[in-house]
């Protein structure tokens, strides 16, 4: 199974918006509204941010919104802050029952 | 509140088997639908999603390590474990075991901290 896209890497500057993209295919994004978005910190494990492509768990920031159109998720980020900065993955679940997560994303606030 | 924690060696020898496992408090793994799951982390990589097990002790792996891997539980001690067989330093990595927020859900959401894996003689 191919790992979902990410960009390697996003920047913005404290108050900015951002938004990290994760194309798959009809076979997972695209044909489930199963994704998840992942923040993980530096030596930490990751912590859930996003489920369902747009449900935050109990306790994350509205500042993180998700969203899908076909086979893209996307992970918007207002008010850039500088703890948002952090490595972001999306995962998905698969026709073949399976996980796939994309590459990750570094996010860099400037 | 859930808690996972993984435990296990930290070193094992190339070509033999990686064994961890993952204690579970706050929940009971064999009176609840969920999913438990292992994901592992090479350094500086991203993720990677190793298989999960459903309470009824049906499990999926990823197909990169089907034959190499066996995940299973441990009801009488509320744990779940992983075996992956043949390593080589490819399988250097954190290792997490995970479950979802709800019933029947796969996506992670409660992870461990982590156990380092390294593989090397």
């Known amino acids: 199974q191919s790992a979902l896209t990410q960009p390697a890497s996003v920047s913005g500057s404290p108050g900015q918006s951002i938004t990290v993209s994760c194309t798959g295919t009809s076979s997972d994004v695209g044909g489930y509204n199963s994704v998840s978005w992942y923040q993980q910190h530096t030596g930490k494990a990751p912590q859930l941010m996003i489920y369902?492509?747009?449900n935050r768990p109990s306790g994350i920031s509205n500042r993180f919104t998700g969203s899908k159109s076909g086979n893209t998720a996307s992970l918007t980020i207002s008010g850039l802050q500088a703890e948002d900065e952090a490595d972001y993955y999306c995962s998905s679940y698969t026709t073949t029952s399976t996980l796939v997560f994309g590459g990750g994303t570094k996010l860099t606030v400037l | 509140q859930l808690q996972l924690q993984e435990s296990g060696p930290g070193l094992v020898k190339p070509s033999e088997t990686l064994s961890l496992t993952c204690t579970v408090s706050?929940?009971?793994?064999?009176?609840?639908?969920?999913?438990w799951g292992w994901i592992r982390q090479p350094p500086g990589k991203g993720l990677e999603w190793i298989g999960t097990?459903?309470?009824?002790?049906?499990?999926y792996y990823n197909p990169s390590l089907k034959s190499r891997v066996s995940i299973s539980l441990d009801t009488s001690k509320n744990q779940f474990s992983l075996e992956l067989s043949s390593v080589t330093a490819a399988d250097t990595a954190v290792y997490y075991c995970?479950?979802?927020?709800?019933?029947?859900?796969?996506?992670?959401?409660?992870w461990g901290q982590g156990v380092l894996v390294t593989v090397s003689s």
């Open positions: 097990i459903y309470y009824s002790r049906n499990a």
């Open positions: 995970a479950r979802p927020l709800r019933y029947f859900d796969w996506l992670p959401a409660y």
């Open positions: 369902d492509v747009s």
């Open positions: 706050g929940g009971s793994i064999s009176r609840s639908s969920f999913y």
